[in-house]
């Protein structure tokens, strides 16, 4: 058997390398016809020969044969339509939209000439004109791809409404459209409309339960929910399907954090790491994912601290939130000195972040350091909410120091 496939394989490249010499063999002998023929003749040997070259993917030679067929003053749709077709092919798509535009106008009710233009526009981002000639078509035939042109330019011109109404007329003609499935599930994930956007992935997911787009449509909006054992079911998923993407390990490592499964967190983050070690928050994540007390201190958390901090532009409300978590990380190990001086830099980074005063007036009462620490439960006092439980912990912690200044004779 291994040696029948082996004889098969040989068989089909020799065939597959024979194909494009036969094809040369042809388009000589339509050059030597096309040499002694008459006009109509010549016409059609050129056209058969554009076709050959097209099949062998030489579309300038194509081209520049179907080029040679064009006269002053006479429109020959034929041609026009195949130099169209080799252009587009070619990746000359200014050149094929120019042709396309022509041909829409010299034979309207021709809906593949439509079609492509209307591709063209999109891909040249006209969305103005994606619209106008989408509706044109549409008014004669619903055709799919139409449809998702037109909800395509509505969304990329925000019009959303507009674009689900389109997304929805296609996924009525194919309910199983991923790609539409996904883009109106992206539209109500951004509105918030997380049970809609859960209904159209269950719904696609009974005709594929392993899509990995639509499995990540899923996790997301489970997540946004709060949901986070769903979600997590959602993402296991769609990486046992191959996607080894950033998104879904980062927000896997996300649920399992909040389900305080932090070491199944730390492997997922440190996955999504390696997929994208540029994101300064990510390393701030990872070392708050390990600051549980399942890992080492010195070793495993506090680098990642100095790594987010070593990463940071300037953008006050992230560092912030570094300092405060290592702060709070250091706070637990009863490093008293050095998280005082990570929580005054959080709150130097972000002076609505009144609780850092609390904090470290308390670190300074457990120094015994009375003075520093009336000090900054004062300033808490005069930022701080009165009324509130933190407001009359401060209070409370103010009346002890000054009895205890006062038993000491200070």
């Given at each position: 058997?291994?040696?029948?496939?082996?004889?098969?394989?040989?068989?089909?490249?020799?065939?597959?390398?024979?194909?494009?010499?036969?094809?040369?063999?042809?388009?000589?002998?339509?050059?030597?016809?096309?040499?002694?023929?008459?006009?109509?003749?010549?016409?059609?040997?050129?056209?058969?020969?554009?076709?050959?070259?097209?099949?062998?993917?030489?579309?300038?030679?194509?081209?520049?044969?179907?080029?040679?067929?064009?006269?002053?003053?006479?429109?020959?749709?034929?041609?026009?339509?195949?130099?169209?077709?080799?252009?587009?092919?070619?990746?000359?798509?200014?050149?094929?939209?120019?042709?396309?535009?022509?041909?829409?106008?010299?034979?309207?009710?021709?809906?593949?000439?439509?079609?492509?233009?209307?591709?063209?526009?999109?891909?040249?981002?006209?969305?103005?004109?994606?619209?106008?000639?989408?509706?044109?078509?549409?008014?004669?035939?619903?055709?799919?791809?139409?449809?998702?042109?037109?909800?395509d330019a509505f969304n990329?011109?925000?019009?959303?409404?507009?674009?689900?109404?389109?997304?929805?007329?296609?996924?009525?003609?194919?309910?199983?459209?991923?790609?539409?499935?996904?883009?109106?599930?992206?539209?109500?994930?951004?509105?918030?409309?997380?049970?809609?956007?859960?209904?159209?992935?269950?719904?696609?997911?009974?005709?594929?339960?392993?899509?990995?787009?639509i499995l990540r449509v899923?996790?997301?909006?489970?997540?946004?929910?709060?949901?986070?054992?769903?979600?997590?079911?959602?993402?296991?998923?769609?990486?046992?399907?191959?996607?080894?993407?950033?998104?879904?390990?980062?927000?896997?490592?996300?649920?399992?954090?909040?389900?305080?499964?932090?070491?199944?967190?730390?492997?997922?983050?440190?996955?999504?790491?390696?997929?994208?070690?540029?994101?300064?928050?990510?390393?701030?994540?990872?070392?708050?994912?390990?600051?549980?007390?399942?890992?080492?201190?010195?070793?495993?958390?506090?680098?990642?601290?100095?790594?987010?901090?070593?990463?940071?532009?300037?953008?006050?409300?992230?560092?912030?939130?570094?300092?405060?978590?290592?702060?709070?990380?250091?706070?637990?190990?009863?490093?008293?000195?050095?998280?005082?001086?990570?929580?005054?830099?959080?709150?130097?980074?972000?002076?609505?972040?009144?609780?850092?005063?609390?904090?470290?007036?308390?670190?300074?009462?457990?120094?015994?350091?009375?003075?520093?620490?009336?000090?900054?439960?004062?300033?808490?006092?005069?930022?701080?909410?009165?009324?509130?439980?933190?407001?009359?912990?401060?209070?409370?912690?103010?009346?002890?120091?000054?009895?205890?200044?006062?038993?000491?004779?200070?």
């Open positions: 058997m291994k040696k029948f496939r082996i004889l098969m394989t040989a068989a089909l490249a020799a065939l597959c390398l024979a194909a494009p010499a036969q094809s040369r063999r042809d388009i000589a002998e339509l050059d030597s016809l096309a040499a002694v023929s008459d006009s109509a003749a010549v016409r059609s040997l050129v056209l058969r020969k554009a076709a050959l070259l097209r099949r062998m993917y030489c579309f300038d030679e194509a081209a520049e044969a179907l080029t040679s067929l064009l006269r002053p003053g006479v429109m020959d749709l034929e041609v026009l339509g195949e130099l169209a077709d080799c252009n587009y092919q070619a990746g000359r798509f200014e050149d094929a939209a120019n042709l396309y535009f022509i041909l829409t106008s010299l034979r309207p009710d021709d809906l593949g000439f439509q079609v492509r233009y209307i591709s063209l526009a999109s891909r040249a981002r006209d969305f103005q004109e994606v619209v106008a000639r989408g509706r044109e078509v549409l008014q004669r035939d619903t055709l799919l791809h139409v449809l998702t042109l037109v909800g990329q011109m925000e019009q959303r409404d507009s674009a689900m109404r389109y997304y929805s007329a296609a996924l009525r003609r194919r309910p199983d459209n991923a790609s539409v499935v996904n883009k109106m599930s992206r539209i109500l994930l951004d509105r918030k409309d997380y049970d809609g956007a859960l209904a159209l992935a269950d719904d696609y997911l009974e005709l594929d339960p392993l899509d990995i787009d899923k996790g997301l909006a489970h997540y946004l929910k709060e949901e986070y054992k769903p979600s997590a079911d959602a993402f296991e998923t769609a990486i046992e399907q191959g996607d080894d993407t950033y998104a879904p390990h980062y927000y896997l490592a996300k649920d399992f954090s909040h389900l305080h499964l932090y070491k199944e967190a730390d492997e997922h983050f440190i996955r999504a790491w390696q997929l994208d070690s540029t994101k300064a928050s990510l390393a701030m994540e990872i070392a708050e994912n390990r600051s549980h007390g399942l890992f080492k201190y010195e070793s495993d958390v506090k680098p990642w601290f100095e790594r987010a901090l070593a990463m940071m532009e300037p953008d006050h409300e992230l560092l912030s939130s570094i300092y405060q978590y290592y702060a709070t990380a250091e706070y637990s190990r009863q490093k008293w000195d050095l998280a005082i001086s990570l929580y005054k830099a959080a709150y130097e980074y972000n002076p609505k972040y009144t609780s850092a005063l609390s904090t470290i007036a308390y670190c300074y009462e457990q120094k015994k350091d009375y003075k520093n620490a009336i000090y900054y439960y004062e300033r808490y006092l005069d930022e701080g909410k009165p009324g509130t439980k933190a407001y009359q912990f401060v209070e409370e912690s103010l009346r002890f120091i000054r009895a205890e200044r006062f038993m000491e004779g200070e």
